[in-house]
């Protein structure tokens, strides 16, 4: 199995390499060296350098998935999906793919702005940190761009997968007035009821309105803050210059929310009808 998985990842990494796209990727160095980091200006300090080029890998990352993704599932790939034991096997060379080419890019430009006389000054143990907060990031982002692309998408599953994120994110910035207005909402709902006589679902909205007001910040602000805890630790990390015992777990969380969304994209791609364009 890992022989074939090898030989599709070379295969597809070839192909994302030699086309135009590939090409744009690795002249994208060009443009961060200019804006970021200019010769011979030195770079402010070490947490700037983590920060701007993991943003720079996560973006990355999510369009070369993309792209090798939408070449994944051209017509030229039925003569390789039906000689797969499991169509898995291709999904997981497309995710390495991905996951080399943009970690080859992002490290070629991490090493070019090193090795400049102004580069950022980083002891040996500091620069050791730095791999596992990128890739965990990078293999994240990966994951979730292939849930993005047609190539993985199963009916409504792209929408449900993104809207359920839209929701965590708009969650995590709810305050006093959002709840105050949804509190007043499912008060609205319990009259409503009430006026129906249904006096069941009459409490239910009442006592919902309750705990909104009373107990609903506090229990959106705990469970979507474990939710982003990992991102907001390495964050935390990067600034303060060090990983306390728990900061040092972030990364292996992001590679566990990582892999539940692979087992689904796996899930999903393994059971569709599978429709390759032209």
Do not use: C
Request: no cysteine.
């Amino acid at each position: 199995m890992m022989s074939r998985i090898i030989a599709l990842t070379g295969y597809l990494l070839r192909n994302v390499v030699l086309s135009v796209a590939g090409v744009l990727y690795i002249l994208s160095i060009i443009p961060m060296l200019i804006w970021f980091f200019p010769f011979g200006q030195r770079t402010p300090e070490l947490s700037y350098f983590i920060t701007l080029i993991a943003i720079y890998g996560a973006i990355l990352i999510f369009l070369v998935t993309l792209t090798i993704a939408g070449r994944a599932n051209q017509a030229a790939s039925y003569a390789l999906i039906v000689r797969l034991p499991s169509r898995v096997e291709y999904l997981v060379a497309v995710l390495l793919a991905a996951i080399v080419f943009a970690t080859a890019i992002q490290t070629g430009l991490a090493v070019i702005v090193l090795l400049q006389p102004a580069g950022p000054e980083a002891s040996f143990g500091r620069l050791l940190e730095i791999p596992p907060l990128w890739l965990s990031i990078n293999i994240f982002m990966a994951v979730l761009a292939l849930h993005a692309t047609d190539f993985v998408m199963s009916n409504w599953s792209r929408v449900i997968v993104f809207g359920l994120l839209t929701i965590l994110l708009f969650t995590q910035s709810v305050n006093a007035r959002t709840l105050s207005w949804f509190s007043t909402r499912l008060s609205i709902m319990a009259q409503f009821f009430a006026r129906q006589g249904m006096l069941g679902l009459t409490q239910f909205f009442n006592n919902a309105s309750g705990w909104v007001t009373d107990s609903g910040g506090g229990f959106f602000s705990q469970v979507i803050g474990f939710i982003f805890w990992p991102f907001r630790a390495m964050s935390d990390a990067v600034k303060t210059g060090s990983f306390d015992s728990a900061q040092a777990l972030a990364p292996a969380i992001v590679l566990l929310y990582a892999t539940i969304l692979f087992m689904i994209a796996s899930d999903l791609f393994a059971n569709k009808d599978l429709h390759f364009v032209e």
